[in-house]
């Protein structure tokens, strides 16, 4: 049985969305962060960062949200969630999953933690940073804009729906609060792409099961 070790919302989301699109039997097993299970040593056994997600598929422990789509997406080929290995469509995902996961979320977490970038108790200090990486955010936001721009297709890679869709789904919404720059949903060609995401059966149950509210984009 594979296990899904998640919180609401967090980055655990794109995966869960990704083993409901699979259709494979799956065990959510919630990490709750609130009351710190993330950093107690159980948890730690299988990721020794504290962060969430972890999958458990067998005796295969992993951590890294792009590692776990791209285990998932190669491991259900059936599925064609990933171009055929080799191609120049397989290399743009690649591009795109880990620009998603190195740049973008990389600075999604600066941007929500600005204080483990600065000495502790310096406010004046944080509000910077995060006013920072909110501006890189919007950087963030154009690319994906004039990528779906300029192939016009209704998915990240086009007319191929893949795992990179998850993901970018998940970081999109993560911007639904910010304030002094637009959210993803306010792009003129991320919007309907959120629409159509919150379309899918996939994205919807996900979305049920974690209860999580609107706005949801």
């Excluded at 743009?92 to 933690?113: D, G, V």
Aim: glycine share 6%; charged share 20%; proline share 8%.
């Amino acid at each position: 049985m594979v296990i899904l070790h998640y919180f609401p919302s967090n980055a655990s989301f794109a995966p869960h969305v990704l083993l409901r699109e699979l259709g494979v039997p799956f065990e959510l097993q919630l990490v709750d962060r609130t009351q710190g299970a993330h950093k107690a040593p159980e948890y730690l056994k299988l990721n020794p960062n504290g962060l969430i997600p972890v999958l458990v598929d067998g005796d295969l422990v992993l951590y890294e949200t792009a590692a776990i789509l791209l285990h998932l997406a190669d491991s259900h080929p059936q599925a064609a969630l990933v171009p055929a290995l080799g191609s120049a469509e397989r290399a743009m995902f690649y591009k795109w999953l880990f620009w998603l996961s190195n740049t973008m979320q990389a600075t999604m977490m600066t941007y929500f933690y600005p204080e483990r970038s600065v000495d502790a108790g310096n406010a004046a200090a944080a509000a910077q940073v995060k006013e920072h990486a909110q501006a890189r955010l919007g950087d963030c936001l154009r690319q994906l804009d004039e990528l779906l721009a300029d192939h016009c297709g209704p998915w990240l890679l086009g007319t191929r729906h893949s795992a990179a869709d998850p993901l970018a789904f998940m970081l999109c919404r993560w911007t639904r609060g910010f304030v002094g720059s637009p959210p993803a949903r306010d792009y003129p060609h991320i919007g309907p792409y959120l629409q159509r995401m919150l379309e899918r059966p996939a994205v919807k149950r996900a979305i049920e099961v974690e209860k999580l509210l609107p706005p949801l984009v």
